[in-house]
């Protein structure tokens, strides 16, 4: 058994650090192969998703100060086959650490919650999920409860829409003390991300400038939203990659202009929020948006013409973090495992009951 396991199964990559004893620290060997590993599940379409963990009480020390470190500033000198390739091909470094390496598929680290709460020495509650899961709920949205919460610190006539654009959007509807409806409404930022990329080898269409410059294709949005998707009523999730090939098809992206590629992507991230209104319980009168995409003015400017007559605004002009929201959201829902308090809900997850979640690890 090597230093590094990299194992298959129904879709998932999963790639452990094993060397315990060393507390996980990287070797020439590791680097090697966890550059191998990343390729394989890259290249490998059956593969959606990959979790990193470590073996032991340590998830990764980190460099090997003995064997890599010296091994990379010349210091020893190539000693086997490890130390020659990593030496030969410095990308083998970027693309184990994922720098500089292309790459659409998500990575979850999964970190040892036990292990945290010894090295911190306070309580630490992690697997937030699994119990929705197991009990038959879908594991996302898991943040409502947390925005109920902080709409409760500030006045806005109900109901509301909040909603954040991460890779994937997702809206929490709040009317007072009615129960509370999520979803995932659609594509986020992550097609128009990925298409850009592909075309420029940019990360991001930066402040939507492309997309500013192009024409939307509204015939191609309207193709998109006929994705039985979208009329599903909530509680409904998605992952990233959910829509890659509808949309590309659908969108005929290919024969589009970079900068009509991205308005077109754009305008369907802001029409399949809108088209979301249809399967809620009511129209929100007012929006507050969090995420990536708030810094999207492209992106903002038409939400807000596709929302219309109800106001949009970003959390950070209503006082909520733009950038530790989604932090906050989790210590939120640690404070309620730790109180029993329920984290999702029938018409948030579609879990049979109220339900609590995570596990709670002591020191």
Same mark, same amino acid.
């Given at each position: 058994?090597?230093?590094?396991?990299?194992?298959?199964?129904?879709?998932?990559?999963?790639?452990?650090?094993?060397?315990?004893?060393?507390?996980?620290?990287?070797?020439?060997?590791?680097?090697?192969?966890?550059?191998?590993?990343?390729?394989?599940? &890259?290249?490998?379409?059956?593969?959606?998703?990959?979790?990193?963990?470590?073996?032991?009480?340590?998830?990764?020390?980190?460099?090997?100060?003995? &064997?890599?470190?010296?091994?990379?500033?010349?210091? &020893?000198?190539?000693?086997?086959?490890?130390?020659?390739?990593?030496?030969?091909?410095?990308?083998?470094?970027?693309?184990?650490?994922?720098?500089?390496?292309?790459?659409?598929?998500?990575?979850?680290?999964?970190?040892?919650?036990?292990?945290?709460?010894?090295?911190?020495?306070?309580?630490?509650?992690?697997?937030?999920?699994?119990?929705?899961?197991?009990?038959?709920?879908?594991?996302?949205?898991?943040?409502?409860?947390?925005?109920? !919460?902080?709409?409760?610190?500030?006045?806005?006539?109900?109901?509301?829409?909040?909603?954040?654009?991460?890779?994937? !959007?997702?809206?929490?509807?709040?009317?007072?003390?009615?129960?509370?409806?999520?979803?995932?409404?659609?594509?986020?930022?992550?097609?128009?991300?990925?298409?850009?990329?592909?075309?420029?080898?940019?990360?991001?269409?930066?402040?939507?400038?492309?997309?500013?410059?192009?024409?939307?294709?509204?015939?191609?949005?309207?193709?998109?939203?006929?994705?039985?998707?979208?009329?599903?009523?909530?509680?409904?999730?998605?992952?990233?990659?959910?829509?890659?090939?509808?949309?590309?098809?659908?969108?005929?992206?290919?024969?589009?202009?970079?900068?009509?590629?991205?308005?077109?992507?754009? /305008?369907?991230?802001?029409?399949?929020?809108?088209?979301?209104?249809?399967?809620?319980?009511?129209?929100?009168?007012?929006?507050?948006?969090?995420?990536?995409?708030?810094?999207?003015?492209?992106?903002?400017?038409?939400?807000?013409?596709?929302?219309?007559? !109800?106001?949009?605004?970003?959390?950070?002009?209503?006082?909520?973090?733009?950038?530790?929201?989604?932090?906050?959201?989790? /210590?939120?829902?640690?404070?309620?495992?730790?109180?029993?308090?329920?984290?999702?809900?029938?018409?948030?997850?579609?879990?049979?009951?109220?339900?609590?979640?995570?596990?709670?690890?002591?020191?």
């Amino acid at each position: 058994m090597g230093d590094l396991l990299f194992e298959k199964k129904d879709g998932v990559a999963v790639v452990t650090f094993n060397r315990p004893a060393k507390k996980n620290a990287f070797t020439p060997e590791m680097v090697v192969n966890l550059a191998d590993a990343w390729t394989e599940f &890259r290249d490998d379409e059956t593969l959606r998703v990959a979790i990193l963990t470590g073996n032991g009480d340590t998830f990764s020390a980190g460099a090997d100060l003995g &064997r890599l470190i010296p091994l990379l500033t010349r210091a &020893r000198p190539a000693e086997d086959e490890w130390d020659r390739r990593l030496i030969a091909d410095p990308k083998l470094f970027q693309a184990a650490i994922l720098r500089r390496f292309e790459l659409w598929k998500p990575v979850i680290a999964a970190v040892n919650g036990a292990a945290l709460a010894g090295r911190l020495g306070i309580p630490v509650v992690y697997d937030f999920r699994a119990a929705d899961v197991a009990a038959g709920g879908h594991g996302a949205p898991m943040v409502p409860v947390f925005h109920r !919460a902080m709409l409760r610190l500030i006045k806005r006539a109900h109901p509301v829409g909040v909603l954040n654009l991460g890779g994937v !959007a997702n809206i929490t509807f709040i009317n007072g003390g009615a129960e509370l409806v999520a979803c995932d409404t659609g594509p986020g930022n992550a097609l128009i991300d990925d298409f850009v990329r592909l075309r420029t080898g940019q990360p991001q269409d930066d402040e939507g400038r492309a997309a500013a410059a192009g024409k939307v294709d509204e015939a191609a949005v309207a193709r998109v939203l006929k994705h039985p998707f979208f009329a599903t009523p909530p509680p409904k999730s998605l992952d990233r990659n959910a829509f890659r090939h509808w949309v590309t098809e659908e969108g005929r992206l290919a024969s589009k202009s970079t900068q009509d590629g991205a308005a077109t992507l754009t /305008a369907i991230t802001a029409a399949a929020v809108a088209h979301a209104i249809t399967v809620l319980p009511r129209p929100p009168v007012a929006w507050i948006v969090a995420g990536g995409g708030t810094r999207n003015p492209t992106l903002m400017r038409m939400l807000a013409e596709r929302l219309a007559p !109800a106001p949009v605004e970003t959390a950070g002009a209503v006082g909520w973090s733009a950038d530790a929201l989604e932090a906050q959201a989790f /210590a939120y829902l640690a404070v309620r495992t730790l109180k029993g308090l329920p984290l999702t809900y029938p018409t948030t997850t579609g879990v049979p009951r109220p339900l609590t979640g995570g596990i709670v690890a002591r020191p």
